[in-house]
């Protein structure tokens, strides 16, 4: 009888040893559906259960039994909550597929194949974009984090569509015939300025987020006290009497800024002047690979004399060394309307005065355009009007960065088919917008500020 009862206790140590065994090699016991994702903190090494006794035979759940429980459960409320939460809402589920049929239908509700181009769509969409979330963001402060979510999710949807934009460039193979396959890769214009982009948005996004705390404040044009000159709450008279009066007015204290805020904000301003500067700069070299739409060319005058005006056109035809400053102060434009109309007169000149410039080549052979094409184009008349005439252009977007476009990057736009270039010519757009507000609305505080400290 002692024999057989040891060597039913030694079954019994056996097959707990077995029984541990097991448990050991899988990690997880076969009777517990829920341990399989946690069997990392059942170890020894871990810090959220407690070792238990080997000889504990209670059968009350044991402390670090329930705090295990615990934990799985604050776990698993953790992830549904972070699902709920990621999950978008049933408006904006509706106005993305709003947005996604548009895209796809071209604009066109009717579903009849009138619509724009998918390029034209992407532009349009990325341009209302950006007036649904700033059109009404009028001040130095940070965006909702509705609006900042919305401008992420969607922007991070539209841009998408430049992973799948290539070009194929031959790729040799190390193989007996040496044969040469076509490999893609992505699109050389937007490997470049999309990066540059996405960088210039998240700087632009800084800077309105380090606003929070600020040590000054706006107030509605309409609130405006009567002692607003002592309080601080006025606005550039000359700039924005008129024009811009639905801006809030930016206030500073009396005794104006700190030291420490004034150089904040002039930092801030450098930095967005500098982003603005980007912007406008891969926002022109995208235009200008555009190609210039046949109705345009169509509709360019004959002469570019009578598309400039008789006093511009003595000024740079006569002028040996040509100074595109002096001739913009001597015109004096006092309205964005007006640069806008001098923008678009010079720029039809120009195009004018390239064309006939070729036409004068069509003639000869290619050899001799070749040979000649440089002292040509050095002495010819109409080469050097139409280098003038950009020059003047360039020259006037850069004194008045506010312009709006003009007639030949409007129709560039229009009738553009290229999805990359809308893409890449909207958000810079767009950013360069945005860029220029921020400057102007640091300026409008600085400004006061150095009214309030006149006068004191």
């Given at each position: 009888?002692?024999?057989?009862?040891?060597?039913d206790?030694?079954?019994d140590s056996?097959v707990?040893?077995?029984?541990?065994?097991t448990?050991?090699i899988?990690?997880y016991?076969?009777?517990s559906?829920?341990?399989?994702?946690?069997?990392?903190?059942?170890?020894?090494?871990?810090?959220?259960?407690e070792p238990?006794e080997?000889?504990?035979?209670?059968?009350?759940?044991?402390?670090?039994?329930?705090?295990?429980?615990?934990?799985?459960?604050?776990?698993?409320?953790?992830?549904?909550?972070?699902?709920?939460?990621?999950?978008?809402s049933?408006?904006?589920l509706?106005?993305?597929?709003?947005?996604?049929?548009?895209?796809?239908?071209?604009?066109?509700?009717?579903g009849?194949?009138?619509?724009?181009c998918?390029a034209?769509?992407?532009?349009?969409?990325i341009?209302?974009?950006?007036?649904?979330?700033?059109?009404?963001?009028?001040?130095?402060?940070p965006?909702k984090?509705e609006?900042t979510?919305?401008?992420k999710?969607?922007?991070?949807?539209?841009?998408?569509?430049?992973?799948?934009?290539?070009?194929?460039?031959?790729s040799s193979?190390?193989?007996?015939?040496?044969?040469?396959?076509?490999?893609?890769?992505?699109?050389?214009?937007?490997?470049?300025?999309?990066p540059a982009?996405?960088?210039?948005?998240?700087?632009?996004m800084?800077?309105?987020?380090?606003?929070?705390?600020?040590?000054f404040?706006y107030?509605?044009?309409?609130n405006l006290?009567?002692?607003?000159?002592?309080?601080?709450?006025?606005?550039?008279?000359?700039?924005?009497?008129?024009?811009?009066?639905?801006l809030p007015?930016p206030?500073?204290?009396?005794?104006?800024?700190?030291e420490?805020a004034?150089?904040?904000?002039?930092h801030?301003?450098?930095?967005a002047?500098?982003?603005h500067?980007?912007a406008?700069?891969?926002?022109?070299?995208?235009?200008?690979?555009?190609?210039?739409?046949h109705?345009y060319?169509a509709?360019?005058?004959?002469?570019g004399?009578?598309s400039?005006?008789?006093?511009?056109?003595?000024?740079?035809?006569?002028?040996?060394?040509f100074?595109?400053?002096?001739?913009?102060?001597y015109?004096?434009?006092?309205?964005?309307?007006?640069?806008?109309?001098?923008?678009?007169?010079?720029?039809a000149?120009?195009?004018?005065?390239?064309?006939?410039a070729?036409?004068?080549?069509?003639?000869?052979?290619?050899?001799?355009?070749?040979?000649?094409?440089?002292d040509?184009d050095?002495?010819?008349?109409?080469?050097?009007l139409?280098?003038?005439?950009?020059?003047l252009?360039?020259?006037l977007k850069?004194r008045?960065?506010e312009?709006?476009?003009?007639?030949?990057?409007?129709?560039?736009i229009?009738?553009?088919?290229?999805?990359?270039?809308?893409?890449?010519?909207?958000?810079?757009?767009?950013?360069?917008?945005?860029?220029?507000n921020?400057?102007?609305?640091?300026?409008d505080?600085?400004?006061?500020?150095?009214?309030m400290?006149?006068?004191?």
């Amino acid at each position: 009888m002692e024999n057989q009862t040891n060597q039913d206790e030694n079954y019994d140590s056996s097959v707990d040893q077995n029984d541990q065994s097991t448990t050991e090699i899988t990690g997880y016991s076969t009777l517990s559906g829920e341990s399989f994702g946690y069997c990392r903190t059942n170890s020894e090494g871990s810090g959220f259960s407690e070792p238990t006794e080997e000889n504990s035979c209670s059968d009350e759940p044991s402390p670090s039994h329930a705090k295990g429980v615990l934990n799985r459960v604050e776990t698993k409320e953790q992830k549904r909550s972070m699902e709920d939460k990621s999950e978008p809402s049933n408006s904006e589920l509706e106005m993305m597929k709003e947005r996604f049929s548009k895209l796809l239908l071209g604009e066109d509700m009717s579903g009849s194949g009138k619509g724009v181009c998918t390029a034209v769509t992407i532009s349009n969409s990325i341009t209302n974009l950006y007036a649904t979330v700033f059109g009404q963001n009028l001040r130095l402060e940070p965006l909702k984090p509705e609006k900042t979510s919305m401008w992420k999710r969607e922007m991070d949807c539209l841009l998408s569509v430049c992973d799948y934009i290539v070009e194929f460039i031959p790729s040799s193979q190390n193989l007996e015939d040496e044969i040469e396959v076509m490999t893609n890769r992505p699109r050389t214009d937007i490997c470049i300025n999309l990066p540059a982009l996405q960088k210039l948005d998240t700087m632009l996004m800084e800077i309105l987020e380090s606003f929070k705390e600020s040590e000054f404040w706006y107030i509605e044009a309409g609130n405006l006290p009567a002692t607003s000159t002592r309080s601080g709450s006025f606005r550039r008279s000359f700039q924005r009497k008129e024009e811009k009066w639905w801006l809030p007015v930016p206030c500073v204290p009396p005794t104006g800024l700190s030291e420490k805020a004034r150089k904040q904000l002039r930092h801030k301003r450098d930095c967005a002047n500098q982003i603005h500067k980007a912007a406008m700069a891969i926002n022109s070299s995208i235009l200008a690979e555009m190609e210039i739409p046949h109705s345009y060319l169509a509709s360019l005058p004959k002469s570019g004399k009578a598309s400039v005006g008789d006093f511009i056109y003595r000024y740079m035809n006569s002028a040996e060394k040509f100074s595109p400053d002096h001739l913009l102060d001597y015109l004096n434009l006092t309205s964005e309307h007006e640069a806008l109309q001098i923008a678009d007169k010079v720029e039809a000149s120009m195009y004018t005065w390239r064309r006939k410039a070729c036409m004068g080549h069509a003639k000869s052979s290619w050899g001799m355009v070749k040979d000649l094409m440089s002292d040509t184009d050095r002495n010819d008349k109409n080469h050097i009007l139409a280098g003038r005439a950009e020059t003047l252009l360039f020259c006037l977007k850069q004194r008045y960065p506010e312009l709006s476009q003009t007639t030949l990057d409007t129709c560039k736009i229009q009738y553009n088919r290229d999805v990359g270039q809308a893409i890449l010519e909207s958000y810079s757009r767009v950013l360069e917008g945005l860029a220029f507000n921020i400057v102007s609305w640091i300026e409008d505080v600085l400004f006061v500020d150095k009214s309030m400290k006149a006068q004191d």
